[in-house]
């Protein structure tokens, strides 16, 4: 099984336990990844608002990049995932403006034809391996390990872009996963929902808001974590926790994981290639709880 690898632009600097974690994940399960060097950002939905065309040729010129390649693209970022996806839905709707926009791609001898497919590593491992082969790879059952899920708003919204009708699992994919590592499922209202993630720079308060109602709303229900399969959201809900905390007045302290730390804890992998170190928020007890010994 073989993609064009698209690790997104927070993997490679917010978050780098992100990129060495999925990368050592894909290789446990025979996924061969060749990154997409020289692709740019998607925009992450942000550049669209001011320029669609713009952002759609951005992306386009990433999807002629992966068929160049004969490849699929993996995505690691729910963010990147929801805009590949609307870009993906514009250009195949309409031929004319997929048109308009190959004329700016040729000026890099690029022609985006509609042929390739972008999958998350989330979608690829419920959908292309299944949970139940998921399940058979794990070495470290994450027995006893309470986790929420919180997939980010791009992995969710809008249905029609995502293949929500051709794949309605996708809807319960990442509880699936966690099942499948042995943890426990703690669900919650606001595992689909904004992580406060977008308006963090113009209104602080409100996103602290926001990082602080999921954080907790998920504690009371007795998640010991949470895992995300989006860096966007990684960055608000463990990067802002002390600020969201100390707005609210109350003590949280729950550890977020990225999607393949969880996935690689249950495989086996050693926490510091998983980069659990590295996290804001201490993932100490996680390990504890699954029996890592720290070193």
């Known amino acids: 099984m073989k993609f064009a690898f698209y690790p997104g632009c927070v993997s490679k600097g917010g978050c780098p336990e992100l990129f060495a974690s999925a990368v050592a994940v894909a290789e446990k399960f025979g996924i061969e990844l060749d990154e997409m060097k020289g692709a740019s950002c998607t925009g ?13 040729c951005l992306n386009a010129r990433t999807f002629a990049m992966a068929e160049n390649m004969g490849l699929p ?18 250009l195949d709707r309409d031929p004319s403006y997929r048109a308009q926009v190959n004329e700016v791609l040729k000026e890099e001898g690029l022609e985006y034809k509609g042929t390739v497919e972008v999958k998350h590593m989330l979608w690829v491992l419920a959908e292309d391996i299944g949970a139940t ?3 058979k790879r794990v070495v470290r059952p994450l ?10 708003c791009y992995l969710v919204r809008p249905s029609s872009a995502l293949g929500f009708d051709m794949h309605p ?22 595992k689909t929902r904004c992580c406060g993630f977008p308006i ?18 998920a504690k009371d229900r007795g998640a010991d974590a949470m895992v995300t399969p ?6 608000n809900l463990d990067g802002y926790q002390p600020k969201a905390a100390a707005q609210v007045n109350e003590n949280i ?12 804890l249950a495989l086996g992998l050693d926490s510091n290639i998983l980069g659990m170190g590295r996290n804001i928020m201490t993932t100490y007890n996680v390990l504890m709880k699954v029996g890592v010994k720290i070193h």
């Open 44 to 56: 992450a939905g942000i550049l669209q608002e001011k320029n669609r065309f713009l952002g759609d």
């Open 73 to 90: 693209i993996l995505t690691i970022c729910s963010t990147c995932q929801g805009v590949f996806s609307q870009a993906h839905q514009r």
């Open 133 to 135: 082969e998921v399940k």
């Open 143 to 152: 027995t006893g390990l309470r986790v929420a899920p919180f997939y980010g």
């Open 169 to 190: 699992a996708r809807q319960t994919s990442l509880e699936s996963i966690i099942e499948a590592c042995g943890a426990e499922v703690v669900d919650f209202p606001g």
């Open 200 to 217: 963090t720079t113009i209104n602080e308060k409100n996103s602290m808001g926001m990082v602080a109602k999921h954080t907790l709303d």
């Open 230 to 235: 989006c860096p966007l959201c990684h960055l």
């Open 253 to 264: 302290d729950l550890p977020i994981l990225h999607l393949p730390q969880m996935l690689g």
